[in-house]
């Protein structure tokens, strides 16, 4: 798919830890609350969906853990839909459902099944781990004509350009092969030529939780290169709405206002800079 703009808040201990203060995993009473916070970011989403001619180009990032109802109803209503497939903060790719995650998979559905991975080139024996098991989703999705979202977060030494072609390189080589990558920014248009050359994937850009005016940059020279083909982005546009809401200095209705308003200020901003 070309051209996808995506609200993800598939986050999980970022909700309970950060945002709610609980230890994660909660309780029942405390996962609750996360459900109730994640139905606020997706009524703004559905009202960012009706104030927009991209209607067809947006999706979310959704995970299965607390958002069951809202996957379900991003479905009857046709919606562009992710879900992450990885047990949260783990330093590993891990599934989620261990070797069930395709059961999971095949019952939700989904556009894009995800996988968040954390990699530093250099570090051979964790490396063979994850790129074993990111195999098995890879093969599943391809057999299942389901989208494969890789989710790069690169570490180590070199440059960010460099890890990142030395962590695709390998990634590719290993026989897995993405539809979609979920890539960090990079400062200047010129640079995603040198990630485009290494797939024939579709790339988007993520937000990371960083500034306002950190995440206007990357969109803004993504959309420029004519070759990133979106983005996500998720605790920049949610995140302090929801802190309001949470300490009660806004009500439900104005929270949803400030989400909607934020990832409209991004889907503007895309269109605003992509070569037509």
């Known amino acids: 798919m070309s051209k996808i703009l995506i609200l993800p808040f598939d986050h999980r201990s970022t909700f309970t830890k950060n945002l709610l203060g609980f230890d994660y995993p909660p309780t029942k009473s405390q996962a609750k609350q996360v459900i109730k916070m994640k139905k606020v970011v997706f009524d ?56 069930d995650f395709g059961k999971h998979l095949t019952k939700l559905k989904p556009t894009y ?19 074993s098991r990111l195999k098995k989703l890879s093969n599943y999705c391809q057999k299942n004509k389901i989208g494969f ?4 977060l690169v570490a180590g030494k070199g440059s960010q350009l460099e890890l990142m072609e030395r ?14 990558w979920k890539i960090e920014g990079l400062p200047k248009a010129s640079d995603w030529k040198t990630i485009d050359a ?4 579709d790339i988007i850009v993520l937000g990371r939780g960083e500034s306002k005016k950190a995440v206007e940059k990357w969109i803004t020279e993504a959309a420029k290169s004519d070759i990133v ?30 989400i909607t308003k934020n990832y409209l200020h991004f889907i503007n901003l895309w269109g605003k800079n992509i070569k037509r």
């Open 44 to 99: 703004a989403f559905l009202l960012a969906r009706k104030q927009t001619t991209d209607k067809n180009k947006l999706a979310i990032l959704i995970d299965e853990e607390f958002g069951v109802a809202i996957i379900k109803k991003a479905r009857r209503l046709k919606i562009n839909l992710a879900i992450s497939t990885e047990k949260s903060g783990q330093e590993l790719f891990t599934f989620e459902h261990g070797d």
């Open 113 to 131: 099944a995800k996988a968040l991975v954390r990699y530093n080139p250099a570090q051979t024996a964790k490396n063979k781990i994850q790129l």
């Open 149 to 152: 979202m890789f989710e790069l």
């Open 167 to 180: 962590s695709m390189k390998q990634v590719i080589k290993a026989g897995i092969k993405p539809t979609l």
């Open 198 to 201: 290494l797939t024939k994937a």
């Open 229 to 258: 083909d979106g983005f996500a982005i998720g605790r920049t546009i949610f995140f302090k709405p929801l802190e309001e809401y949470r300490d009660k200095k806004i009500n439900r209705t104005t929270a949803v206002e400030k």
